[in-house]
């Protein structure tokens, strides 16, 4: 039996932090998104964006949503990396898409950990930083390949268990 509850609980984490996101633009006044901020590549967009989110008074409502999000990132990683783990002990396909998940939960962890705990940093700061800003952009494809890797795989996984047993 595959362990799936933490990776459950992640996806529930998963959608409570996206609904903090699209709260940030609720004012009309406030354009910039959270996915604004992790794909600015330099201190001076940084800056432009946070001005908005001071101005538009959200400031303290992003803070939470990516507080939000580093909370979702331990959880979703960690169920990720269970589920994987799990899919190993079992044979076939679902072996080898396990062999596959597992890692890239790790991968996931690291690269959104990273661009997250920047993101808070500048924030927290008032105040971008061109390295900053550069190394948060630079995560979210590899962080995005990865999380589409895990939620694929462990659904994929999912399926062929479920058609597998079913045909048997």
Known sequence: MPNLRWWLRGLVAFAIVVA?????????SVTFGITDHQAAESAARVNEIQAQWRQGGVRNFAIAAMIGDLIFIGIYSWGSWLAGRSFMAMSGPVRMIGSIVAPAALVFAITDYI?????????LQDA???WMAAIVASMGPIKAISWVTTFGGVLLAIAI???????A
């Open 20 to 28: 903090l996101g699209l709260g940030i633009t609720a004012p009309d």
């Open 115 to 123: 661009e997250t705990i920047l993101q808070v940093i500048q924030l």
């Open 128 to 130: 971008g930083s061109d």
């Open 161 to 167: 268990r479920r058609f597998r047993t079913t045909a």
